[in-house]
């Protein structure tokens, strides 16, 4: 049930090139809050900016009510949120979205890639997969070195590849350069990034089960305005905010 928090920014650093982590203080449990969801906030104080701009969970301490997100600098709104301090309030949706079934999943191995900021929801993923006692290889793409965030993180969790694009960093290429290089085995595949990303990976695996999770830009962020809706394979659609922005890899047509 999405309900609406009033959180207080307990810390807001930044992590890669005008990338930032901010760790966001609950009043509530954060118990009921799936890998895969996003949070919904409220830019400003006032009615200046309207749309709420939705950031994914990159972890959550539930033991002291603590929701990590990482997010980039895009524009006026993430600008905002990446000058607040400690202590300032936070209005937010939570948890918004669907999240990856993995409680429905019967696993061994995972395969986890995701590029730029779709990395983040990868991590808390991660962590309740090998809590489940999956083990995880992560295929992880950035554009530059300077945008690589979390690879230690990652690799606490188990084996790690990072790609960039420009070669500045780890492997020269995307993320599915890397996926043909080491043929990695594993029983589903999770995947978070950029449509193009998605595409490719989708393409890639095919033959294998999976799950995505798109980034769009959204508007009401709880079903009600139709600014996210995307073509799905029985012949309908669906909206990222409401019905995702986890899908089965064979839901939907990305564009
Ligand atoms: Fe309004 Fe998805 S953002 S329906």
Request: net charge neutral.
């Given at each position: 049930?999405?309900r609406?928090?009033?959180l207080?920014i307990?810390?807001?650093?930044?992590i890669?090139?005008?990338?930032?982590?901010m760790?966001?203080?609950?009043?509530?449990?954060t118990?009921?809050?799936?890998?895969?969801?996003f949070?919904h906030?409220k830019?400003g104080q006032?009615h200046?900016h309207m749309?709420?701009?939705p950031?994914?969970i990159?972890?959550?301490?539930h033991?002291?009510?603590?929701?990590?997100i990482?997010?980039?600098?895009?524009g006026e709104?993430t600008?905002?949120?990446?000058?607040q301090?400690t202590?300032?309030?936070?209005?937010a949706?939570l948890?918004?979205?669907?999240?990856?079934?993995i409680?429905?999943?019967?696993?061994k191995h995972?395969?986890?890639?995701?590029?730029g900021?779709?990395v983040?929801?990868l991590?808390?993923?991660?962590?309740q997969?090998?809590?489940?006692?999956?083990?995880?290889?992560?295929i992880?793409g950035?554009q530059?070195?300077s945008?690589v965030f979390f690879?230690?993180e990652?690799q606490?969790l188990?084996k790690?590849?990072?790609a960039?694009?420009d070669?500045s960093y780890g492997?020269?290429g995307f993320v599915t350069?890397?996926?043909?290089?080491i043929?990695?085995?594993f029983?589903?595949y999770?995947?978070c990034?950029p449509?193009?990303m998605?595409?490719?990976?989708?393409k890639?695996l095919?033959d294998?089960?999976?799950?995505i999770?798109?980034?769009?830009?959204?508007?009401?962020g709880?079903?009600?305005?139709f600014?996210?809706?995307?073509?799905s394979r029985?012949?309908g659609?669906?909206k990222i905010?409401q019905h995702?922005?986890v899908f089965d890899?064979n839901e939907?047509?990305?564009?």
């Amino acid at each position: 049930m999405i309900r609406k928090a009033n959180l207080t920014i307990a810390h807001n650093e930044k992590i890669a090139k005008s990338t930032f982590l901010m760790h966001l203080l609950s009043e509530e449990s954060t118990l009921d809050i799936q890998p895969g969801q996003f949070i919904h906030i409220k830019i400003g104080q006032d009615h200046t900016h309207m749309l709420r701009r939705p950031i994914s969970i990159a972890d959550v301490d539930h033991s002291n009510q603590i929701i990590k997100i990482i997010f980039k600098t895009v524009g006026e709104g993430t600008g905002y949120l990446s000058k607040q301090k400690t202590g300032d309030k936070i209005d937010a949706l939570l948890p918004c979205g669907s999240s990856y079934p993995i409680d429905k999943l019967t696993m061994k191995h995972a395969l986890l890639i995701g590029g730029g900021i779709g990395v983040p929801p990868l991590y808390y993923l991660a962590k309740q997969l090998v809590n489940r006692g999956v083990s995880v290889t992560s295929i992880l793409g950035f554009q530059t070195a300077s945008q690589v965030f979390f690879e230690e993180e990652f690799q606490a969790l188990g084996k790690v590849y990072i790609a960039t694009n420009d070669g500045s960093y780890g492997y020269s290429g995307f993320v599915t350069d890397i996926y043909q290089a080491i043929q990695p085995s594993f029983d589903y595949y999770f995947s978070c990034g950029p449509t193009p990303m998605l595409k490719g990976v989708t393409k890639e695996l095919e033959d294998k089960p999976g799950y995505i999770s798109l980034e769009e830009r959204m508007g009401c962020g709880v079903g009600a305005c139709f600014a996210c809706v995307l073509p799905s394979r029985d012949g309908g659609y669906k909206k990222i905010c409401q019905h995702g922005p986890v899908f089965d890899a064979n839901e939907v047509i990305l564009a």
